[in-house]
């Protein structure tokens, strides 16, 4: 039986999304609650600059209908530190803001290391280990993605799997695309939308991505979500998405 295949993009705020993929004189305060019906996730980029409140996170729960995932892009408090090991107490200081106010609608945490940070075994394993499972009774799932070439590396991989944390695979992007299944779900960026195709990608590229995700979601949850790239069509290469991986669509 396959796993869920949830497909979103980064983030909900975006002049340009007015009028292309918001209708014509939505509301800003309506835009959240379009966007949870027109995709099945998000990836949330405000995490990652500013600490948010519990407010906040209830609020984005009580938008969002039954099935929806919020990913939460981890700090860069905590991934932009020279030693990861050393930052139990931020990373404490995030986890304690409030996130178990989103209940079953929260996602993987994106924790996105900065593209000068190499790979160093000792540090990353001592930073992993302070990544704690439970919340408040509430499960966490935990993804890595790496933006240096050293995270090629067979012993990275070893111990995302030790732990059942996910890499995150830049899957189209500048960034190393490490395609590992370490975790019982997966997460994929696709950063290749571009200019001139209505729906981010050309047909045959949306096919092979709709193929793709199938075929992970044979044993692991999908979480893919359309960023960078031409980034005013992320939303309608997402939707594209979904309703290619529909149920009852040609495979």
């Known amino acids: 039986m396959s796993q869920p295949i949830r497909i979103g993009v980064g983030g909900w705020t975006y002049q340009p999304w007015r009028g ?3 209708p014509d004189g ?54 932009s530190r020279r030693v990861l090991a050393e930052t139990g107490e931020s990373i404490r200081r995030f986890l304690d803001s409030g996130l178990e106010e989103l209940g079953p609608k ?14 160093d075994c000792a540090d990353l394993a001592g930073f992993l280990d302070r990544l704690p499972d439970r919340l408040n009774g509430l499960p966490l799932r935990h993804a890595v993605e790496p933006r240096h070439d050293s995270f090629h590396a067979p012993a990275f991989a070893t111990l995302l799997a030790d732990r059942g944390i996910a890499v995150v695979q830049a899957a ?40 793709r995700l199938r075929r992970i ?13 031409h980034k005013v069509l992320n939303p309608a290469a997402a939707q594209e998405l979904i309703r290619r991986l529909a149920p009852g669509k040609p495979r």
Do not use: C
């Not at 995709?39 to 980029?45: C, P, S």
């Not at 395609?179 to 019982?184: E, G, I």
């Open 217 to 229: 979601a044979r044993d692991r949850e999908v979480l893919a979500f359309v960023i960078s790239g």
């Open 26 to 79: 939505l509301r800003q305060a309506d835009e959240l609650r379009f966007a949870t019906r027109a995709l099945t996730a998000l990836e949330v980029n405000g995490t990652f600059y500013r600490t948010q409140t519990p407010g906040t996170f209830r609020n984005w729960a009580r938008q969002a209908p039954e099935g929806f995932v919020f990913a939460l892009k981890a700090p860069r408090y905590v991934t």
């Open 20 to 22: 292309t993929f918001y």
């Open 106 to 119: 929260l996602g993987p945490i994106n924790w996105q290391l900065p593209p000068t940070k190499a790979f």
């Open 172 to 211: 189209d992007g500048p960034y190393p695309s490490i395609d590992a299944a370490t975790a019982p779900f997966a997460y994929l960026r696709l950063m290749g939308t571009r200019e001139g195709e209505p729906l981010g990608y050309p047909d045959p590229e949306l096919d092979r991505w709709a193929v």
